[in-house]
């Protein structure tokens, strides 16, 4: 017999299995529900990246289901975060959140955006990708290309103290680096003097911060290498 105001051992292991039962209950409820409403934030730039390297990846190792899904996804991009305002024109958002977009795009935003639709217009040919970058590019040099050929990273620049600019390459290509790859495809695949003047202007812009840090910008000066023979060309 147990002592006064003690438990016994049969009644605590059965209050033991209860509470585990509770607690296993409970984990399942937080997971369910946590799958049911957690969205992950889809960012346009990275969407970007993603899409172009499968389309390139999907075209040089000969896998069609590659280069389909990578045109499902840039159309998804289109549909999702580059949005309708007004008859004609598109505002590139930042990110998708819980289904709502958020942020005004950025010059990374609209670079990578541009790549990914040049990339899959390059494996699939279909025009219709061909005339969303010439789009998307159109908006960027109006809103981050400055006079000087300088590209900025946000839009109205003009009232922040310093000038938000790419200070190098890091993991992925500096959005600079991005914008004048994007400018290069375009002209490679119209011949456009448009938008070789569009990169030739951005580079001198950053060419005294490039040929005094080289070493921080590797995938600029390899964009800068392929213009320099397009040139020779």
């Known amino acids: 017999t ?49 899409i172009a390297a499968l389309a390139q990846a999907g075209a040089v190792l000969g896998h069609q289901i590659w280069k389909d899904t990578a045109a499902t996804e840039a159309q998804w991009l289109w ?11 598109r505002r590139l958002w930042h990110q998708l959140s819980l289904g709502t977009v958020q942020g005004e795009g950025t010059l990374e935003d609209y670079a990578n ?3 990914a639709f040049m990339s899959v217009y390059e494996v699939t040919k279909d025009e219709v990708w061909l005339h969303r970058g010439q789009q998307i590019v159109r908006q960027l040099r109006a ?12 839009a109205d620049s003009k009232y922040l103290i310093l000038e938000p600019v790419s200070m ?4 992925t290509p500096s959005a600079t680096t991005q914008a004048i790859r994007l400018f290069q495809m375009l002209y490679l695949a119209t011949g456009q003097q448009t ?10 812009a950053v060419s005294g911060r490039i040929s005094g840090t080289p070493g921080e910008w590797p995938a600029l000066v390899t964009v800068a290498q392929t213009l320099q023979l397009g040139h020779l060309k």
């Open 195 to 204: 938008y070789q003047a569009a990169a030739d202007s951005a580079l001198r």
């Open 2 to 50: 147990a002592p006064s105001g003690s438990v016994s051992g049969s009644v605590l292991v059965d209050r033991i299995k209860v509470e585990d039962a509770a607690i296993d209950t409970l984990r399942v409820r937080l997971a369910n529900e946590s799958i049911a409403t957690v969205e992950p934030i889809k960012a346009t730039a990275t969407n970007g990246l993603a």
């Open 143 to 154: 809103t981050f290309q400055q006079k000087n050929g300088l590209l900025v990273s946000v």
């Open 79 to 89: 549909s999702h975060l580059y949005i309708k305002r007004g008859a004609t024109e």
């Open 168 to 171: 190098g390459d890091g993991q």
């Open 113 to 115: 955006t541009g790549i």
